[in-house]
Every structure is written in C-alpha cells, then in structure tokens.
C-alpha cells in the first residue's frame, strides 16, 4: 500500500513538477539564445542552444512515458508559459548591447547637457521644431548598462523630457563612457553603471 502511494505521489506531483522546471529552464535558456544570436554572440549561443535542447529531450522524454497522465501535461504548459515569463524578466535585467536615446527637453538644456559630459556620454544636439515652437533635440548612444544612470540624469536636470530608446543594431565609431574589462563570456552581462575611474 504505501509503494502505491508512493508511485501515485511520484506520477501525479513529483514528475510534473520535474517537469514543469526542465520546461521553466529551457524555455528560459531558450529566450537569452534568441537576444544572443540576435546580439552576435556567436560563441555563446551554439552553447546554450546545446543546453536548452537536451533539457527539452529530458522534459518530452518523460511525457512521452507518462501519456496517460494528464497531470505531466499540466506541467508541461505551465514550465513553458513560466519560462517565457521568466526569460523576459531575465533579458529586460541583461546588460547587453547599446540604445540611442532621444530627449526633447521641456526646458533649457544647458545643464542637462552639461552634465551628461561630465559624466562621460556623448551627446549630439539639433535645432527642431516642435507644436510649441522651437525645440532642443539631444542624441546619446550609450551602453545598455549604463541607461539607468543617464535616465537618472535626465530626470534630475530636466525633469519631465520626453525621450525615446531604441536599441542599436551596430555601432561604428563613437564616444562611449569607459568601463572596466571584463571577463569576456559573462562580464558586464547582468551589471550595474561604471563609473570612470
């Protein structure tokens, strides 16, 4: 009796729930080989790639042993519909890659553009015109992990500006805030801002 409780437990919790983290896994690996191949990551991405489809064998290997077992299913849908969501959390928190941020300030941008060159970014203005009249527009490409401490620039010496980001396919050339080498495979991936030393 207990070695059938035992099974029934394993069947109908356990496996799923092995299940549904092999899916949450690969799923997950899965989302970051996308965002690395789309970033040129060509060492990487083969590597994970290699984990994310053996994970999947793992995971289909197991359900196709347990067909009569509707709870496998279950957890199947549930490791993939969680390991999209978590791969999307995982790759808005990655650092990689470079954004062209816009900002039309909504007043002088004398400060605000003095401090973005103190600071070490570049910054490109031009003269437009906006429904108000005519306007500033400021142009900064800067490294993904350094958006959060650009934004917080612009907020403090120009509170409320309208800005734009975009990442950037490619960049040739530039001026670009120096940070400390990393290791090349992981550094710099999941980081915060640098400061010049």
Known sequence: ???????DIYN???LPLLIAFARILDVSVGTIR??????GFKNIAPILGFIEVTI??????QIMQQLDNFMSYIGYGAGFAAGNYIGIILVEKMSLGTVVIRIIPKKDTSDLIQHLRDA??????????????P???LFSIVKKKDLADVLAIINTYNPNAFYTIEEVQKVNEGYFKATNKRNPLFGGIFSHSQLRK
């Open 1 to 7: 009796m207990q070695e059938f409780f035992s099974a």
């Open 120 to 133: 070490n970014y570049g910054v490109t203005t031009m003269d437009a015109e906006g429904k108000s009249g």
């Open 56 to 61: 999947w064998l793992l995971a289909i290997g």
């Open 135 to 137: 306007v500033k527009i």
């Open 12 to 14: 109908w919790v356990v």
């Open 34 to 39: 996308v965002i690395f191949v789309s970033r």
